[in-house]
Every structure is written in structure tokens, then in C-alpha cells.
């Protein structure tokens, strides 16, 4: 049988989709002996004060460092991973190197970072995920306080009294909550009224260049002023000028994270950055 020809849009699309099937097995086929083989790496963003610029927390983001499929960024694997159930795996692991590395203490401020971890929904709704999250942190004798877990705002979107009950347990316990990627879900105003969490990240969807931008920046407005009244500390995320550093510093938006400051960097690099001593220990 003739191959159809190459132009053809259908010859195109089935190729491409044989990659993406090629590519799901392949991860699949390495992501095991990827976490017993320490590929999957602690990346570091800082979160900067827009008053001064002064360093005022980190988040913790995975990068996949993997000889057989090179560099993965985690929208390429995460999404996988939650279906398959891998994700609880990675969270908890991300989660024990963010505790190794505890205390962060950058020479400039004498104070221990407070790290943020991105779970998933599916972790966070397995059975027993408080117990581990606690057997993890209290392992390494970590205080409770100097973690803050970030739940993306789509999390709420089924169970949504599921998700709040695991929620408002963690909050008893002394760990900083955040909402991730604000703006990008359907929580309506009662949920974030409902909610224990300290901190919402308004996402970098309402700082993109718009058409009519005295309209977004109402729309911006709002959501700081909203957040200010429920007592919520806002980060602003993906702040790439300082046009918009102005803007935000001019709405009363208190934190900004985003490549402006810095990309997210290797653990040792983000030492290096901000003169942090090596925590000491480097197993797992
Ligand atoms: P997120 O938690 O919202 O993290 C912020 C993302 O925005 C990161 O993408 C970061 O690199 C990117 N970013 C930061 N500043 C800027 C900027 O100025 N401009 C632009 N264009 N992007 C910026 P990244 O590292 O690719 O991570 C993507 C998402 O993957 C994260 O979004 C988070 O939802 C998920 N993720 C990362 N690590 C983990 C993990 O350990 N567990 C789980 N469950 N999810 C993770
Ligand atoms: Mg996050
Ligand atoms: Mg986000
Ligand atoms: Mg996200």
C-alpha cells in the first residue's frame, strides 16, 4: 500500500499523532526508574516584594532531566502523570527534596524561605494524603509553617467539598495554603470566600497585552482590591516587565513572581543567586 502524500493534512495530523502515543510511552516507560534515578530535578523561582524588591518566598517546580528523552518542562509529562497516578509519586518526592533543602536562609535576610509545592488534585484526594504530607515533613523536621502548598484553581472543579475538607485540615495543622492560576477556572466568589487559604496567585493570563488594556487593568484591579478585603496575600505570576512591575506596584499588588526577577533555577544556582548555604544533606 502508498503512503499518502506528505502534504496531506490527514498524513500530517496521524503523524503527529503517533508522536504524542510514541512520546505517553515512552514516558511511561521510563518514569519509574527516573525517580529512583534522581532525574527529576528541584527547580527554584523567587517571589520578589515590588516595594523593594526584596526576596519573599520561593516556589518549587519540577524539570525532568532524562538521558533517554532529554529535558522535559512539566506540561509535557504532568498531565500524564495524573491520569496514570504518577503525579502522587512526584508530588511527595518534590515535596521531600523541598524539605532536604530546608532551612533556605538567604545571608541577606536571615530568615528561613518559606517554599512553596504544587500538588495535584489527585494527590491531594487520595486516600491517606495527610498522614504521608505530615509523616514526610515532620520526618525532616520541618515547621509546618515554612511550607506553603499551592492547589491550581481548575482543582475545584469536581469534589469540590473533597478538596476543601483536605484543605481546611492542612490549614489546622499550620501549612500556608495558596491558590494557584487564579482567573483561569470557574471558582465564583463564594468558593473563595469559603476557602482556608492565605494566598492567591492571580495567573499571568490577566497581565497579558490586551487590545483595550484600561479594561484589563480594571478587571486587575478588582481581583487585587477583592483579594486585599478577604485578608489574602496576593502574588501576582508571570511578571515579565517592569511596565507591569509599575502597574502592579501602583494597584497595591504586594508580590510579584516572574521572569522579570528570574526564571526558575536549579536549586544550586538559586543558592548561589541569593547567598544561601548548602542546607548539608544531598540524600534521599
Ligand atoms: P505554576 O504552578 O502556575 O507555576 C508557574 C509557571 O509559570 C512555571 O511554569 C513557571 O516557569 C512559569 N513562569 C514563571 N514566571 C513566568 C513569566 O514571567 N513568564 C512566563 N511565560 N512563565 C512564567 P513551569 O515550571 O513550566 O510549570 C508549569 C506548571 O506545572 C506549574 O504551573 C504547575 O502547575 C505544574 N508543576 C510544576 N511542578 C510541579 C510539581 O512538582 N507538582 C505538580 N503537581 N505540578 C507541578
Ligand atoms: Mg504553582
Ligand atoms: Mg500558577
Ligand atoms: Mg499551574
Redesign the pocket.
Same mark, same amino acid.
Given at each position: 500500500m502508498k503512503e499518502a502524500p506528505a502534504e496531506g493534512g490527514i498524513a500530517r495530523y496521524d503523524q503527529a499523532f503517533r508522536d504524542a502515543v510514541d512520546l505517553k510511552n515512552r514516558i511511561e516507560r521510563h518514569e519509574d526508574h527516573a525517580l529512583a534515578n534522581r532525574e527529576f530535578a528541584l527547580?527554584l523561582?523567587p517571589k520578589n516584594r515590588l516595594a523593594n524588591g526584596s526576596l519573599a518566598g520561593a516556589?518549587?517546580?519540577?524539570r525532568w532531566e532524562s538521558p533517554e528523552l532529554g529535558f522535559l518542562?512539566?506540561?509535557s509529562f504532568?498531565p500524564l502523570f495524573e491520569k496514570n497516578g504518577f503525579?502522587v509519586q512526584? +508530588?511527595f518526592y518534590?515535596l521531600k527534596r523541598v524539605c532536604q533543602s530546608y532551612p533556605m536562609t538567604p545571608a541577606s535576610s536571615g530568615e528561613a524561605l518559606v517554599v512553596s509545592?504544587?500538588?495535584?488534585r489527585v494527590?491531594i484526594l487520595r486516600d491517606g494524603f495527610v498522614e504521608r504530607l505530615l509523616r514526610v515533613v515532620d520526618g525532616a523536621g520541618v515547621p509546618h509553617e515554612a511550607i506553603e502548598i499551592?492547589i491550581?484553581e481548575s482543582a475545584f472543579v469536581m469534589d469540590e467539598d473533597a478538596v476543601i475538607a483536605k484543605l481546611e485540615m492542612l490549614k489546622a495543622l499550620g501549612f500556608r495554603l495558596a491558590m +494557584? +492560576?487564579f482567573g483561569t477556572g470557574y471558582s465564583s466568589l463564594n468558593l473563595l470566600r469559603k476557602l482556608p487559604i492565605d494566598v492567591l496567585k492571580i495567573d499571568?493570563g490577566f497581565l497579558a497585552e490586551n487590545t483595550d488594556a484600561e479594561r484589563s487593568r480594571s478587571v486587575l484591579k478588582g481581583v487585587i482590591d477583592m483579594a486585599r478585603d478577604l485578608g489574602l496575600t496576593i502574588v501576582c505570576?508571570?511578571?515579565?516587565t517592569e511596565g507591569q512591575i509599575a502597574m502592579l506596584r501602583e494597584l497595591g499588588c504586594p508580590i510579584a513572581?516572574?521572569?522579570?526577577f528570574s526564571?526558575?533555577l536549579p536549586e544550586r544556582e538559586f543558592r548561589k543567586l541569593y547567598d544561601i548555604p548548602d542546607s548539608g544533606s544531598e540524600s534521599l
Open positions: 527547580y523561582q516556589e518549587a517546580l519540577v518542562p512539566p506540561n504532568i503525579i512526584l +508530588d518534590m509545592v504544587n500538588f495535584s494527590t499551592e491550581t +494557584d +492560576d499571568r505570576e508571570g511578571v515579565e513572581q516572574g521572569f522579570v526564571k526558575p
